[in-house]
């Protein structure tokens, strides 16, 4: 078995016998490969041999009959010694008798009537009728020779069985054969297929040789690799068991400091879970301080007006009654609208208070009352910024999610297009809201015309504790929980990009129908 003991060994031995296993698929599958190549170019061989063969015969009875042909002319062209018929084709046959080529190779020549005209080894039977000429099969040949050839008279090869010259014994021999119409003879030339055949088995020799040089090579190249393979693992095995001692021993030692590590880490952990709780109540609070600072922002900007108020009547009151002009009926009225103004500023303190009230549960809610509540608390600041307020409500959709939540998530994006308004210093300043409903989603739109978001800081602005504000205006959070309040607490979307004239905050909420 795998074990620390015997991991040396398996170094040296997995790449052996591996390369050994490679090696003999290797040599298989290429003396395969060879022995198929060897059988195909044999046969290629063989091919290419015999249509040699083959054009050597035509090449031979094509020579003849240019030769009869030339001396056919030069009979013609000699008229002072023309030689008649019988002795002009009497002198070609003499000479063709003489024609020689390759090993065994000769001419011979019947006429149409199957009469013998020419042959060097079968002088006795010139002028002879030779139709029963028959070959070592019992097949008579000269019948067949004479008859293919008149059919196909611009040649013919015919296979057939004959002695060779000088010896005891027939061998198969391949004929070529062609009509000489002029003459009516029928020109044959063959060659001895065993002689052929010697030529291919040589060639076949000489390629077999070849291959086994290959396999010879491949086998010497795949032992050359397996010895260097041993020895290279040799070497690497005594290097990997010092290596790996080594890091026994570290193994060991991180042990002890592993063991020494659990037993502090419970600590560790709880420590690192009250930093982390820590983390979270500073950010909830500093949220917390945001969201009362905003709080008394807007209660200031809506006790501004009625304080203004009560100041103006308390100043008539004091007037009259410097000049005497002071009554009960004056008291009573100044009194009246003193209280009805006290009575909407202590009002604006408890819409304020219910309005950051956490929610407990989800409910369904019409977004429009949501956005009316938001800008309710926020209205009195953009009024006393002359900051023209646009607001589109194409669709009043349900959604479900946490209401107040969702308005303060509204009131945040509407308290920051105001203050980029005003720290910009934009003229004619404006903010357009708008809804509408797309496949089933509400989209709530929030832009404004502060010349945008810096490109460079586009991208962190719902990181906590990022602000664009003067520190003691922002924190940096009210971003940060606004995507946390659409995102995660109602699966919506929050993004942010930058238009023509300003950023264009949009909340995607999934509509829903009760």
């Known amino acids: 078995m795998f074990s620390e003991k015997n991991i040396s060994k398996y170094i040296i031995l997995t790449p052996i016998i591996t390369v050994i296993l490679i090696a003999f698929f290797t040599s298989y599958f290429f003396i395969q490969t060879q022995n198929s190549y060897f059988k195909e170019e044999s046969i290629r061989i063989e091919k290419k041999y015999l249509i040699k063969q083959k054009n050597i015969l035509k090449k031979e009875i094509n020579s003849v009959i240019h030769y009869i042909n030339y001396n056919v002319l030069e009979n013609k062209n000699l008229n002072e010694t023309l030689l008649n018929n019988e002795i002009l084709k009497s002198k070609i046959l003499k000479y063709i008798e003489t024609i020689r080529y390759e090993k065994h190779g000769y001419i011979w020549i019947h006429d149409t009537s199957y009469f013998l005209l020419a042959h060097p080894f079968r002088q006795k039977s010139i002028g002879k009728y030779d139709i029963n000429l028959e070959d ?158 905003v709080m008394l922002s807007m209660i200031a900007h809506q006790w501004r007006q009625p304080l203004s108020k009560i100041s103006a009547i308390l100043m008539e009151l004091e007037t009259a009654t410097k000049f005497n002009k002071s009554n009960d009926k004056l008291v009573l009225q100044t009194i009246d609208t003193s209280n009805k103004l006290l009575v909407y500023m202590s009002n604006t303190i408890d819409d304020f208070r219910n309005f950051f009230k956490p929610d407990k549960e989800k409910i369904y809610f019409n977004i429009n009352d949501a956005i009316s509540e938001a800008f309710s608390l926020i209205e009195a600041s953009i009024l006393n910024l002359n900051i023209d307020f646009e607001k589109t409500i194409i669709t009043n959709s349900k959604i479900y999610g946490y209401k107040r939540e969702f308005a303060q998530v509204i009131l945040n994006l509407l308290s920051n297009a105001k203050d980029a308004l005003e720290q910009n210093n934009i003229q004619n300043p404006k903010i357009t809201l708008s809804t509408e409903e797309i496949n089933n989603n509400v989209i709530i739109s929030i832009s404004d015309n502060a010349k945008g978001i810096n490109d460079d800081i586009i991208n962190h602005i719902f990181e906590p504790y990022f602000t664009t504000k003067d520190s003691f205006k922002g924190t940096g959070l009210g971003l940060y929980m606004s995507k946390i309040i659409i995102e995660k607490n109602m699966q919506g979307k929050l993004n942010v990009v930058n238009e023509k004239n300003g950023a264009k905050f949009t909340i995607c909420l999934k509509a829903k129908y009760e």
């Open 136 to 293: 070592a099969k019992g097949v008579k040949i000269t019948k067949k020779f004479i008859n293919e050839t008149i059919k196909n008279p611009n040649g013919i090869f015919i296979k057939y069985y004959w002695q060779k010259p000088n010896l005891a014994y027939s061998s198969e021999k391949l004929g070529f054969f062609k009509l000489y119409d002029k003459f009516s003879w029928v020109i044959g030339a063959g060659l001895y297929i065993d002689d052929i055949q010697s030529s291919i088995l040589k060639n076949k020799k000489l390629l077999e040789q070849r291959i086994n040089k290959y396999i010879r090579f491949v086998v010497i190249v795949s032992f050359l690799v397996i010895l260097s393979i041993g020895i290279l693992s040799f070497i690497v095995s005594n290097r990997v068991n010092i290596v790996f001692n080594k890091y026994k021993q570290n193994v060991i030692k991180k042990e002890f400091l592993l063991e020494d590590l659990n037993h502090n880490l419970e600590k560790r952990v709880l420590k690192a879970i009250l930093e982390v709780q820590s983390k979270d109540r500073a950010m909830l609070h500093q949220s917390r301080l945001a969201r009362m600072g």
